[in-house]
Structure formats: structure tokens, C-alpha cells
């Protein structure tokens, strides 16, 4: 059985995430949605927020599971049995970071390959960061991400 991964912060998961995450689904067998928790990294939703807003987008996806994990990357793909790691790529400004992460995922352990998945042009823009932003300032974000995670947005935003 072939078991991807698809590790990120999501804070929160965008539309442009979902459809890496739907596309790596039918790649593979199973797929796991690693949710990192780095607490150097300063977010807006609690891991626990982020797992259940995921999974509530997913329900009709059967081979996709949403956990969140901590340490190295390669550690929880061994955990967990898998042997991929799927990374999205938006444009060549992602391309530097990801040749580095992969180098450093590929010296740590040989078995678990990465596999990118191009970003749709109408999401190419998109990234957590400029959702926040656009929430924050009271944009329209209706087409950025799950009507679920837009309302969680607004309120947050507004506490
Ligand atoms: P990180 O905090 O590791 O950068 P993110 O949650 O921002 O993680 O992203 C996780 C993965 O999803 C990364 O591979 C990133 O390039 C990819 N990704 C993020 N936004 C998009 C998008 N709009 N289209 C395609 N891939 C994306």
C-alpha cells in the first residue's frame, strides 16, 4: 500500500491546499495530512483548530486521515509508513525553499521520496498568509477557502 504524506502549518488550509490535498488523494493509496506543530512559528489556529477545520472539508475523501505531528518530518512518515512526501509548488519562488527541504528530507532518510504537485494558476497566488491578510482587512475571502473556514476567519479576526 502506498502512503503519502502531506505535511504543512496549515493556518489555515486554503483552497489551494485542499486541491493539492484531493489530487495527492488520487495518487495515491492513502493519504495523511500532517499538520505541523512548530512552536517557533506563531499561528492563528490552535493545532487542534486547524486538524478538525481540515477534516471537516475532507469528509467525502475516504483515503485521507488529517493528524498533526511535531519533530522531523522524516520521523512521522516512518511512524506512520509512509514512503512520499507531497510538497505544492506555486511558482518558482517556492522552488529554492523546496529544493532544500527535499535535500534535507532526502539526506535524512533515502526511502522517503518527495513528490510536487504544481499549483493551479487560479491558486497560485494563494497562500495562508495573504487569506489572513485579506480577512483581516475585511476582504472577500468566499472563494479562498472552505465556507467553514471563512466564518472561523471572520470571528477570529474580530475577537
Ligand atoms: P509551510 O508552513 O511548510 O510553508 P504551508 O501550510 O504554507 O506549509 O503549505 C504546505 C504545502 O502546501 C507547501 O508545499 C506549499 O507549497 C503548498 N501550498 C501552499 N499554498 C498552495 C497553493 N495555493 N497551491 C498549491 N500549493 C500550495
Redesign the pocket.
Known sequence: MKIAV??????PM?N??L??LKRAASLFDHLIVGV?VNNNKKCLFSPEERVDMINEAIQDLENVRVMHFNGLLVDFCDKVGATAVI????AVS?YEY?VQMFAANYHLNHKVETVFLM?QPK??F???SVVKEIAYYGGNINELVTPLIAEKLKKRMTK
Do not use: A, Q
Open positions: 502531506y505535511p504543512g502549518s496549515f493556518d486554503t489551494g491546499h486541491d493539492i505541523l510538497r505544492g509548488l506555486r517556492d523546496e499549483s491558486y497560485s494563494l497562500s495562508s
